[in-house]
């Protein structure tokens, strides 16, 4: 269906619901009108397109995501640095804890410590 087709009958079905009687010139007029009033809609009433929102929700996961890793990497070292002085390990000694909870001392070979 052609543009102007759909605006002819949104509004010989909007002017037969409310009793507004036109000739059929007159109905391809107001369509053109319509249809170009439709046309410059965004002009008029600004309507940010969809890739900014998507933009602002990755936005939003990436900050939340970020927010979250700083968390954890700043719980992680505080927890490696409980263990070197739990252990009585050099303040530079490389250690990290495994997901078992194993202690890893790490000075050019890895060694389970705990």
Not at 5 to 16: A, I, M, P, Q
Request: glycine residues 6%; charged residues 35%; aromatic residues 8%.
């Amino acid at each position: 269906m052609e543009r102007l087709k759909y605006w002819e009958e949104c509004l010989d079905s909007s002017f037969n619901e409310n009793g507004v009687i036109v000739t059929p010139e007159q109905l391809t007029a107001i369509a053109i009108d319509v249809q170009g009033g439709h046309e410059n809609y965004g002009m008029a009433f600004y309507s940010p397109p969809a890739s900014d929102r998507i933009a602002d929700v990755e936005r939003e996961w990436k900050k939340k995501h970020d927010d979250l890793q700083r968390e954890f990497d700043k719980y992680r070292n505080n927890a490696e640095t409980a263990v070197k002085k739990s252990l009585k390990q050099y303040e530079d000694a490389k250690v990290s804890i495994g997901e078992d909870g194993e202690v890893l001392l790490h000075d050019g070979r890895t060694t389970r410590i705990q």
